[in-house]
Structure formats: C-alpha cells, structure tokens
C-alpha cells in the first residue's frame, strides 16, 4: 500500500488535498493518481480511496459525514434500514444538493462534531442520534 493510501485510509478513506500533499503527493502527481483510479476527486480539493463506502462519498459530497442509522450501518450494528441517508453536518456548513436531490436525505446539524473520524461518527455517538431522531420522527 502505497504511502498516501495508508494516510487517506487512517482519515477515514477521506483526504484533502493538504493531507495528500504532507505525505508526498504534488498537484501533478495527484491527477496522475486520480487519472489511473487510485484515488477519486468526491469534490474540490477533496479525494476519496476508490473503495471508499458509497454512503461515506455520498455523505461528504452533501458536506457533512455518515451519522445515526447510517452510522450504525455502517458499523456493522444492527439497526432498521429507514432508506435515508443520515448525515452530520457542522453548524456553519451549507448543504450541497447530491445528485437525486435530498428527498432520502436526513441532516443532523450540530454545534459541535461528534466523535468519530472525517468520514463517519463513532458507533455511541451513533446510537445517540439514533434514539433522538426516532423520537422525533415517531
């Protein structure tokens, strides 16, 4: 495994372009990464590991990250699929429009981040916004 993939793997298969640069990658060698499928751009100046999880690439895009039953999903909990993507968003961020709009789409807009990595809360967090977001949706 090459060095900028164990980096963008430690961040959650996430990376900006300032990580890919510490760890070696220039502009030039960046498109070359990206022309040969070794990493793809998830959007500007932001770049994802081919095998990234599609709901992690799909939540970054809307800007924010994999949060509640997506989160728990994602790690491997068992929780009811609602067919929504739930996503945390910082309290300053504004929402991207995915492709397919948001009408799947549930935000969680927070002050402060919840634990976790760039690409997904952490499963207690998880189960936190779990329990308040059935309450609210009952």
Not at 58 to 74: D, M, T, V
Not at 84 to 106: D, I, K, Q, Y
Not at 122 to 130: K, V
Request: hydrophobic share 45%; charged share 25%; glycine share 8%.
């Amino acid at each position: 495994m090459m060095r900028y993939e164990r980096a963008t793997a430690a961040l959650g298969g996430i990376a900006r372009r300032s990580d890919l640069r510490l760890v070696g990658l220039d502009d030039e060698t960046l498109r070359i990464v990206v022309a040969y499928g070794k990493l793809r751009r998830v959007r500007q100046a932001w770049f994802a590991l081919p095998d990234a999880h599609a709901d992690v690439v799909r939540a970054f895009q809307i800007g924010g990250r994999l949060a509640c039953a997506s989160a728990l999903r994602f790690h491997g909990e068992p929780v009811a699929d609602d067919g929504m993507l739930h996503v945390e968003m910082p309290g300053n961020a504004v929402s991207r429009t995915p492709e397919g709009g948001l009408a799947n789409v549930r935000l969680h807009w927070t002050r402060l981040p919840s634990p976790g990595n760039r690409a997904v809360v952490d499963a207690e967090a998880a189960w936190r916004q779990w329990a308040r977001c059935e309450r609210a949706n009952l």
